[in-house]
């Protein structure tokens, strides 16, 4: 598969997840995300302290993961796949750097860390989805 194909299934990746972050995390499950945040109190920034630099790219590596597992190694190309495989790393990345997150520090409680696992899971299976159709759609003669 070539670099542009795979460095824009990425990109679209990115801001599939962006999107879906702003809507889900941002707007439906803040208040619960705040009232689920553990003994730590003033880590969530607000709207106005957002660091745009860090947060876009940390969703265009989120999207290049997707993409280069997807075009490079695992041969995905449908949206079916790309959501299994989407849901399965979502689910085990998630859980990974929630569980570390519970066991390290007073950020979250458990209830928060299963539903950010959840969220995270759902997420990336859309991402994924979307890598993989962008990834098998064909030229147009």
Not at 108 to 136: E, H, K, Q, R, Y
């Amino acid at each position: 598969m070539s670099n542009n194909k795979v460095l824009l299934a990425g990109l679209v990746g990115a801001v599939i997840a962006f999107l879906l972050g702003f809507i889900v995390y941002g707007n439906v499950l803040t208040d619960f995300f705040v009232e689920n945040s553990g003994s730590a109190s003033g880590v969530m920034r607000g709207d106005d302290e957002m660091q745009w630099v860090p947060m876009i790219l940390g969703h265009i590596t989120w999207g290049l993961l997707f993409a280069i597992i997807y075009g490079r190694w695992a041969n995905i190309s449908t949206f079916t796949s790309g959501a299994k495989t989407g849901a399965l790393l979502g689910f085990l990345i998630g859980a990974s750097f929630d569980l570390i997150q519970l066991g390290s520090t007073h950020i979250p409680n458990l209830t928060g860390v299963i539903v950010d696992i959840i969220v995270m899971t759902i997420i990336s299976a859309i991402v994924g989805g979307v890598v993989g159709w962008f990834l098998g759609r064909k030229k147009e003669a």
